[in-house]
């Protein structure tokens, strides 16, 4: 059966959640209440779902090792739509977390068509926005990573096209090197744990990139060479492939505990789970496996477009990009689609609906950064004491002040893209 959501195609307003419920994915609140001084995606339900998160959360409160890692495809100049999600990359490693950016252009190459040298110019693009939000940590192209693509390839073997039908709605029409794509973003979701070791990572995204975290996590699960049980008494650790050097190490480590070792898995007494996964994991690295951690995910609900429907580059009034001129982007606010009634006696009289409004969530999502402004700007809305006119030119008032800022930064971390 073809899948609901498409990383590729052009999303329509989803039913988030029934998405949740079909594909597993977690409300991420209780997990957020847990977490000092979380920014503003986190403090207002921007980002709704995760899996995993709470493995994030914990390594960032007790100041462990973790990483965070997303991908951009180069097809195009970044807008408005892709600052979500590079916001939650730059937090993540301001609290501690090692970075790492994909610039996607062999997806880009085979999905897109684009050509190497397009690829290259709109790769920078997205790097420059990234570290003029303050990014620091590894990037990379796919086709220059070698170690990237024999990722790939391990991780193809582990893929089939029943698969891909199933997750991704694929049909004998696809081309392979499309097919080909989707291994090489298993291998860039799983590739920080593969240059620095084991360790949680999370890959923030949109709920239209859930197909590839799911497979991710499948062949994660799959280049592991053992499953780690719980057993009344202590673990069960019981190998899928491990070699035989493998068993012998886990029984050798595991010895003093009194382990039993039968012909497919060793039985350890007075053993805790998560020391038990973590020395496993030392293992299998020692006997050339991975040890990979099922990659996190959390999922950021989309920006409405100005326009009121999708946000895309197909649709210029949509949304703007930071270093247009500052009259286009005026006049790109000045006529977004508002919650507004139809006549200026309907609003006084009965207020507004900022739940439905382009420039209302414009400045929950990234404008206004006070919690108790924004909610006197819901207040006054409803009340019909804010008028859409002044709303609108309050907001272009931030984001002047927000595109200067960051033009400035752009000027002095260009540079750093190339």
Not at 4 to 11: C, D, K
Not at 247 to 253: I, L, N, R
Not at 305 to 312: C, D, E, N, R, V
Not at 364 to 385: I, T, W
Request: include cysteine.
């Amino acid at each position: 059966m073809q899948s609901e959501i498409n990383p590729w195609s052009s999303t329509p307003n989803l039913d988030m959640e029934k998405l949740y419920r079909e594909f597993g994915i977690e409300p991420i609140e209780d997990i957020v209440k847990g977490i000092e001084d979380a920014p503003t995606f986190l403090r207002r339900n921007i980002v709704s779902g995760n899996r995993d998160y709470s493995l994030i959360a914990d390594a960032i409160a007790a100041k462990k090792k973790f990483y965070v890692m997303t991908g951009f495809m180069p097809s195009g100049y970044p807008h408005l739509g892709h600052l979500m999600v590079m916001k939650e990359v730059v937090w993540h490693t301001k609290r501690g977390g090692t970075g790492f950016i994909s610039i996607a252009d062999r997806e880009a190459h085979a999905v897109r068509g684009l050509s190497r040298e397009k690829c290259k110019f709109f790769g920078e693009k997205y790097l420059s926005w990234l570290y003029a939000l303050g990014y620091k940590g590894e990037r990379y192209y796919q086709s220059e990573n070698d170690r990237l693509k024999d990722l790939a390839f391990e991780s193809a073997i582990r893929i089939n096209f029943s698969q891909l039908t199933a997750i991704y709605g694929f049909t004998p029409e696809t081309s392979l090197a499309h097919a080909m794509s989707v291994a090489t973003q298993v291998a860039d979701i799983l590739y920080p744990q593969l240059k620095y070791g084991p360790a949680p990572t999370v890959v923030p995204v949109g709920i239209d990139q859930d197909p590839h975290i799911r497979l991710t996590r499948d062949v994660a699960n799959s280049l592991r060479m053992f499953t780690i049980l719980k057993t009344d008494d202590g673990v069960s650790i019981r190998s899928k492939n491990a070699p035989a050097q493998a068993m012998d190490m886990v029984e050798k480590e595991f010895g003093k505990n009194g382990c039993k070792r039968f012909e497919g898995h060793i039985d350890v007494r007075g053993v805790d789970i998560a020391y038990a996964d973590e020395i496993v994991r030392k293992i299998e690295v020692e006997c050339g496996g991975y040890g990979f951690y099922l990659p996190s995910s959390t999922y950021h609900t989309f920006l409405q477009g100005l326009t009121g429907g999708k946000m895309s580059s197909s649709v210029p009034e949509s949304l703007f990009r930071f270093d247009e001129p500052e009259k286009d982007i005026k006049k790109k606010i000045m006529g977004a689609l508002t919650g507004g009634r139809m006549t200026l006696e309907e609003q006084k009289k009965l207020g507004g609906e900022p739940e439905k409004c382009s420039i209302y969530l414009l400045n929950v999502f990234h404008m206004q950064e006070d919690d108790e402004e924004l909610k006197e700007m819901c207040r006054a809305c409803k009340a019909g004491e804010l008028l859409c006119g002044t709303c609108k030119k309050e907001t272009f008032e931030r984001i002047k002040e927000f595109t200067k800022d960051f033009n400035e930064k752009l000027d002095e971390v260009s540079h750093m893209a190339e």
